[in-house]
């Protein structure tokens, strides 16, 4: 099992920036993706960014150029800088670990961007 511990959302004006992590816990392996997916109001699940072991990156089309995805590898976590955030990035941003054809999903955290 893995356990994943999402932090960073909020409340930002449009234009701002926020920055989410995601720290995984328990069985790690070695070769592993980890990501960020978001939905929503009345939405599917999308992808925002994946990373590989590493280093490989992977962004959704409306947010590229925009939010940066990196991980640091000895601490097990992940970052993804969100800046010129839009009214459109509001939703909540699940965090995603996938190793050996195993799939985790962290609790979500929310992103609100409201003048």
């Known amino acids: 099992q893995v356990q994943l511990a999402e932090t960073g959302g909020g409340l930002v004006q449009p234009g701002g920036s926020l920055r989410l992590s995601c720290t995984a816990a328990?069985?790690?392996?070695?070769?592993?993706?980890m990501g960020w997916y978001r939905q929503g109001p009345g939405k599917q699940r999308d992808l925002v960014a994946i990373?590989?072991?590493?280093?490989?990156?992977n962004y959704g089309d409306s947010v590229k150029g925009r939010f940066t995805i990196s991980r640091d590898n000895a601490k097990k976590t992940m970052y993804l800088q969100m800046n010129s955030l839009k009214p459109d990035d509001t939703a909540v941003y699940y965090c995603?670990?996938?190793?050996?054809?195993?799939?985790?999903w962290g609790q979500g955290t929310q992103v609100t961007v409201s003048s």
């Open positions: 328990g069985s790690i392996g070695r070769n592993d993706v």
């Open positions: 990373i590989s072991s590493g280093g490989t990156t």
């Open positions: 995603y670990y996938g190793v050996l054809g195993a799939r985790y």
